[in-house]
């Protein structure tokens, strides 16, 4: 079961900050729903998955599913 | 000093082009079309701006003219192209938004993307290509520096006799020319001339009308100062003296902060390869770190930098230059280097850039 972030109304770069966080406290192969409508978020959040080896999938236009990989 | 690489034109009119202009507006400011001693005397001084300025940049006087609307040139070249509005359309995805913008105004628009370092995809443009196509390619990137290879573009353009507009407002006097252009686009801040001076350059047998409201057959709007011209072209001789010097130390000193900030910060995304960008610009992306506390926080140590990220960009959208690279937009500088850097400001903010990072990043 994915834990929720809800980072709708938080402008850029803090979506990413809290899901940053997040992941740091998370369990390996732990899923987090993050749910952002900034638009900087889904450009950022591929960029995030490269440069940390997590897994993320969009699953709709402000729903994200992260799996913390490393 | 550095400064911000937003807009060229932050760069500091160039000493020599300064005294120019003042002298210019004593002299030169009559409307050259007046047959007047001093109508005659401001075309006698334009005739020489626009020698000078056509030498400089290897083009022929014939093919330029100038324009005190810099930032209209693209628009309105493109607009100008043989068929534009039914032709296809083809542009870059990190051209300037006012090129991207052009799209609206075309029944059929194509954007060819880019690599992550920022390289025009050159199978799909070619693949696009049709031989009435429009095609708006920038030589550089005003944001990352990044340099396309526009012999190779031009090479396929040529191939099926389209139209090819060069945007060439970020190398100015750096860019090599292809064998083939039909447009090209110049401003003459990126020599350290004034704003408000573009050069719009219109290639000898290429086809092109001018879609502004006129009369009379006019290639262009004819409305620039006569003295921001003779300053662009004074300016231009003196930045191509000292080219190559600068050029060096530029690229030299661009290589170290590349090579410093990989070896001492974590989580960073420089946009585009050493060999292929401007010896005088970089652009870099902090995981988890707001932009508009390091432009701050940079700001307080005396270093005044640019940002796409768009807590900083008053704007809601992030670059679509840094997107479309797939690199970060958050957390983003960019540094624009002017001839007059010193090698001890570099040093300086080399010493400081991990500290103010790694505290960004604790808050």
């Given at each position: 079961m994915a834990t929720e972030l809800d980072c709708r109304g938080k402008r850029c770069p803090l979506p990413i900050i809290e899901l940053s966080k997040k992941i740091k406290e998370s369990e390996l192969g732990q899923e987090v729903l993050l749910i952002s409508d900034d638009p900087a978020t889904a450009a950022d959040l591929s960029a995030w998955a490269r440069m940390t080896g997590n897994q993320v999938k969009v699953v709709s236009e402000d729903n994200f599913l992260i799996t913390k990989n490393t | 000093m550095i400064t911000a690489g937003k807009y060229e034109g932050q760069h500091p009119l160039h000493p020599k082009a300064r005294q120019i202009l003042l002298d210019a507006f004593d002299q030169g400011w009559a409307d050259p079309a007046q047959i007047s001693a001093q109508g005659r005397q401001a075309q006698g001084l334009l005739l020489q701006a626009r020698e000078s300025i056509a030498t400089s940049l290897g083009l022929q006087v014939g093919e330029i003219e100038f324009w005190g609307e810099p930032e209209l040139i693209s628009p309105v070249a493109i607009w100008g192209a043989p068929g534009f509005g039914s032709a296809p359309f083809i542009y870059g995805a990190t051209e300037r938004s006012e090129i991207i913008g052009m799209r609206a105004k075309s029944k059929q628009s194509f954007e060819i993307s880019v690599d992550p370092d920022g390289a025009i995809d050159l199978e799909l443009l070619t693949q696009t290509l049709q031989p009435n196509s429009i095609v708006a390619i920038q030589s550089a990137n005003i944001e990352t520096g990044v340099i396309?290879?526009?012999?190779?573009?031009?090479?396929?353009?040529?191939?099926?006799?389209?139209?090819?507009?060069?945007?060439?407002?970020?190398?100015?006097?750096?860019?090599?020319?292809?064998?083939?252009?039909?447009?090209?686009?110049?401003?003459?801040?990126?020599?350290?001339?004034?704003?408000?001076?573009?050069?719009?350059?219109?290639?000898?047998?290429?086809?092109?009308?001018?879609?502004?409201?006129?009369?009379?057959?006019?290639?262009?709007?004819?409305?620039?100062?006569?003295?921001?011209?003779?300053?662009?072209?004074?300016?231009?001789?003196?930045?191509?003296?000292?080219?190559?010097?600068?050029?060096?130390?530029?690229?030299?000193?661009?290589?170290?902060?590349?090579?410093?900030?990989?070896?001492?910060?974590?989580?960073?995304?420089?946009?585009?390869?050493?060999?292929?960008?401007?010896?005088?610009?970089?652009?870099?992306?902090?995981?988890?770190?707001?932009?508009?506390?390091?432009?701050?926080?940079?700001?307080?140590?005396?270093?005044?930098?640019?940002s796409g990220s768009a807590c900083v960009a008053s704007a809601l959208e992030p670059s679509h230059v840094l997107k479309a690279m797939g690199l970060l937009t958050h957390g983003n500088m960019r540094i624009n280097l002017n001839h007059d850097v010193q090698d001890g400001e570099i040093t300086k903010l080399l010493a400081l850039l991990p500290g103010i990072i790694s505290k960004l990043r604790e808050d």
């Open positions: - | 396309q290879d526009v012999k190779a573009i031009a090479k396929a353009v040529v191939a099926q006799n389209a139209h090819l507009h060069i945007d060439a407002t970020a190398s100015g006097a750096r860019f090599v020319k292809p064998s083939f252009w039909s447009t090209l686009h110049f401003d003459a801040r990126a020599w350290n001339g004034p704003s408000g001076v573009g050069v719009f350059a219109l290639k000898n047998g290429a086809r092109w009308s001018n879609p502004l409201p006129h009369t009379k057959p006019t290639r262009a709007p004819n409305s620039f100062s006569i003295p921001l011209a003779l300053a662009a072209a004074g300016a231009l001789e003196h930045w191509i003296a000292d080219e190559a010097t600068n050029s060096a130390r530029l690229k030299s000193l661009i290589e170290r902060i590349r090579n410093h900030v990989k070896q001492t910060i974590s989580d960073v995304d420089i946009a585009g390869n050493a060999q292929s960008t401007l010896p005088n610009i970089i652009s870099l992306s902090f995981l988890n770190v707001s932009s508009e506390q390091l432009v701050a926080a940079l700001e307080v140590e005396g270093f005044s930098v640019a």
